[in-house]
């Protein structure tokens, strides 16, 4: 497995993984042969992709690396990334060994759709929590609905990150063009600062609740800042992609915001095919085990349930996260 560079966590979310590194010391293997059944994890490194480093995917990813290297004979190291698109590219090239994914990107790579030319082999160890279009702009801009996205200047995303696909997938369910929109592809970070300082009209983002970038924005900038309510895009995303769902992001979820409607899309950790049962068994029922110590790091691991584990259609589990699922709803 490669190893890849580490990265520096916040100060919360560092202070949030080293008190649970304290709940316990190493599980103890299960018994077990080389590969087939068994549910153990390879010694070895392990890397993980992540997200921007103002997302949930960071954080959380952080928290996981912490967790692998604590309770088995792994050392994994988390990597902030564009996130999806990127991640699983890297991933199938094998420059990561656990990829953090938006079901709609996963199920792109799986198919050799959009921005994969060919079927990767990759599948998932388990469906973990949502994300949450957030569609903000600046009270300012005269903006209703993606409509009227037409001759703004919009953030939609990192290049290559999932969060750029479901923003050019509004737009085109908007039915707007490319040349309709001008487009920055910006992480989170430079997206807050530029609707901050009103270089931008709006953004687009994806990710889990809250998102700290998004909560810095409405902390700081929330009188001159809503999120639309995009419901009546379900039908049109739909069609391109079944995955997507119609959910509210709760009231005061970012500071004086009330609840409102949004698209929301699963996420997936995804790895190799060719990873082994074993491993995949074994950090499969890590996940879930340690899904107390998950939350800390972030809330947003509370949705990890085993009745929503496993991919949406067409993302296949990998054999070993099946073994592990089958043992655990026993």
């Known amino acids: ?35 087939g059944g068994d549910c153990t994890a390879a010694s070895g490194q392990i890397t993980v992709a992540t997200g921007n480093s103002t997302g949930v995917y960071y954080v959380l990813g ?39 994914s938006l079901a709609d990107t996963a199920a792109d790579a799986v198919n050799g759709d959009a921005d994969f030319k060919q079927p ?77 300082d009103g270089t931008i009209d709006g953004m687009v983002w994806s990710g889990g609740l809250p998102t700290a970038g998004v909560t810095d924005l409405f902390t700081s900038n929330g009188k001159d800042v809503e999120i639309l309510d995009i419901s009546d895009l379900e039908d049109p995303m739909k069609e391109i992609n079944p995955v997507y769902e119609v959910a509210e992001i709760p009231g005061e979820t970012y500071k004086g915001v009330d609840e409102v409607k949004t698209i929301v899309t699963p996420n997936v950790l995804m790895v190799r095919n ?23 790091v972030h809330a947003a691991a509370d949705e990890i349930n ?16 099946q073994n592990a699922l089958d043992e655990l709803n026993k």
């Open 1 to 35: 497995m490669k190893r890849t560079r580490m990265f520096t966590i916040t100060a919360s979310a560092v202070a949030a993984v080293l008190a649970l590194s304290s709940c316990g010391g190493k599980q103890e293997a299960k018994p077990a042969g080389e590969g």
């Open 62 to 100: 952080g928290g996981l690396a912490q967790i692998i290297s604590d309770n088995t004979d792994l050392k994994a190291t988390a990597a902030e990334t564009g996130a999806s698109v990127q991640n699983l590219q890297q991933l199938a090239s094998g420059d990561y060994d656990i990829a953090f």
């Open 120 to 196: 990767e082999d990759i599948s998932a160890l388990t469906r973990i929590y949502s994300n949450f279009t957030h569609v903000v702009v600046r009270k300012d801009a005269d903006i209703k609905s993606v409509k009227d996205f037409k001759g703004k200047t919009i953030s939609t995303g990192s290049p290559k990150s999932g969060t750029e696909v479901i923003a050019n997938r509004l737009i085109e369910s908007a039915g707007l063009g490319d040349g309709d929109v001008t487009k920055q592809r910006l992480d989170l970070a430079k997206t807050v600062d530029s609707l901050k």
């Open 274 to 296: 060719d990873m082994d049962e074993g491993t995949a068994c074994a950090l499969t029922t890590l996940i879930y085990d340690k899904k107390d110590d998950l939350v800390k």
């Open 306 to 321: 085993l009745d929503t584990a496993e991919a949406p259609d067409p993302i296949p589990l990998h054999p070993g996260s």
